[in-house]
Every structure is written in structure tokens, then in C-alpha cells.
């Protein structure tokens, strides 16, 4: 069964400060792996995601994620954090069949004035 | 473009009630998926649809239950309902079953 884990619930930061969340995940496989965002009551908003390829994948706002095989890790990162970056980031690791995503539980950031 | 959207966002029902959530995906989008996000832990998949067959369904009680319609849209039913079904529930569309995922806001459910 694939799994995720999100060892970090809450990371705060200082704004302009880089940002790295840590993801590791279990699946038997190649994984389709994502990141998403969720801002209070928000629903998700997807901020980058890897298939196959390049294992360093850029999103939007400008984060970036890396894939580590050897290390079964997607761990997010970018290098200098807005105040506006504030939310809960979930990373997340789809089956081969396509039909479901597994989530971690979340990391919540905040950022320091 | 119009984004998924979700009805109600909100609504309160009593322990054993029965209730339907609605979901329109993008336009285009044949596929939808339905998830449970309980307070403070992260979503977790209930259904998915394509051209109107289940293709998935994650591990939850027969009384949830969900269909797709010719227009793309779906209806998560839940029957009997528990305190514990209490959660924000989450549609999401893609073109395809692949895994680029867009989710709506929300309908946000409180049992009492």
C-alpha cells in the first residue's frame, strides 16, 4: 500500500527566508508524486508535480521540488518565503492505475515578519 | 475559466440524516474525484468517476455512495450519517484519470 509522511506538522520561518518541507513516501513502484497547497478553509491548489524526467521539477510561485529515489523523498523547496506563503502544504504520491492520490498529513508554515 | 465547483459549502445536518454534495468539474474534465479532509489531517480519496463509471473507491462504509452524470457532474451521497463524518469534503476533476488533480473549494459538513 503506498504511503506519505510528512514529518514536519508546523515549520516556521522568517520572510526571505528559504523554505524546505520533507517528504518521504512508500510505493512499490515509479511514483507520480505532488505537492499542494491549502490556505485556511481553501481547497488545494496544485503547486508542482513529478511524473518521470528531470528529477528537480519546478511549480508555480516559485517553488521547486526534488525527487530522490534512493532516499524515497520529494521534499519541497523555496529560496526565499513570502509572508503570502503562510498555508498548509500537502504532498501526495498518485498509483500507476490513476485513480487515487495519497496524502501526508500536512505541513503547516508560517512566516515571520 | 470557471474552476471546480462545489455545492453547498456549507451545511449542518443531525446524526442518522442523509445528505448529497454536488460537484461541477472544469469544463472538458471527464473525470471527478471525491476526498474527506477531517480537521487537521490530510484528504483521504473516497471515489473516482470517469464517463460515469466508478474506477475507484477508497476505504469507507457502504454509506457513502456517489455517481456521475452525462454532463460530467457528481453527487456524493452519505446515508445514516455518523458525528464522525463531520470533515470538509473535496471534489477534484482532471481531463483523464491521470493524477493532474484540480479541486474545488470545498463543502464544508458538520454532523450533530
Known amino acids: 500500500a503506498q504511503s506519505v509522511t510528512q514529518p514536519d506538522i508546523h515549520i516556521t520561518v522568517s520572510e526571505g527566508a528559504s523554505l524546505e518541507l520533507r517528504c518521504n513516501y512508500s510505493y512499490g513502484a515509479t511514483p507520480y508524486l505532488f505537492w499542494y497547497v491549502q490556505s485556511p478553509g481553501q481547497g488545494l491548489q496544485l503547486l508542482l508535480k513529478?511524473?518521470?524526467?528531470?528529477?528537480l521539477v519546478q511549480g508555480i510561485k516559485g517553488f521547486e521540488a526534488e525527487f530522490k529515489r534512493s532516499q524515497s523523498s520529494f521534499n519541497l523547496r523555496k529560496p526565499s518565503v513570502h509572508w503570502s506563503d503562510a498555508a498548509e502544504y500537502f504532498c501526495a504520491v498518485g498509483n500507476n492505475a490513476g485513480n487515487m492520490l495519497t496524502f501526508g498529513g500536512g505541513t503547516r508554515l508560517m512566516v515571520k515578519p | 475559466d470557471a474552476g471546480v465547483t462545489q455545492s453547498p459549502t456549507h451545511l449542518i445536518k443531525t446524526r442518522g440524516q442523509h445528505v448529497t454534495l454536488r460537484c461541477s468539474p472544469i469544463s472538458g474534465h471527464k473525470s471527478v474525484s471525491w476526498y474527506q479532509q477531517v480537521l487537521g489531517q490530510g484528504p483521504q480519496f473516497i471515489f473516482q468517476?470517469?464517463?460515469?463509471?466508478?474506477?475507484g473507491r477508497g476505504n469507507f462504509p457502504d454509506r457513502f455512495s456517489a455517481r456521475q452524470f452525462p454532463n460530467y457532474s457528481s453527487e456524493l451521497n452519505v446515508n445514516a450519517l455518523l458525528l464522525g463524518d463531520s470533515a470538509l469534503y473535496l471534489c477534484?476533476?482532471?481531463?483523464?484519470?491521470?493524477?493532474?488533480?484540480?479541486f474545488g473549494p470545498g463543502t464544508r459538513l458538520t454532523v450533530t
Open positions: 477534484a476533476s482532471s481531463l483523464v484519470p491521470d493524477y493532474e488533480q484540480y
Open positions: 513529478y511524473f518521470s524526467g528531470d528529477t
Open positions: 468517476y470517469y464517463e460515469k463509471e466508478e474506477r
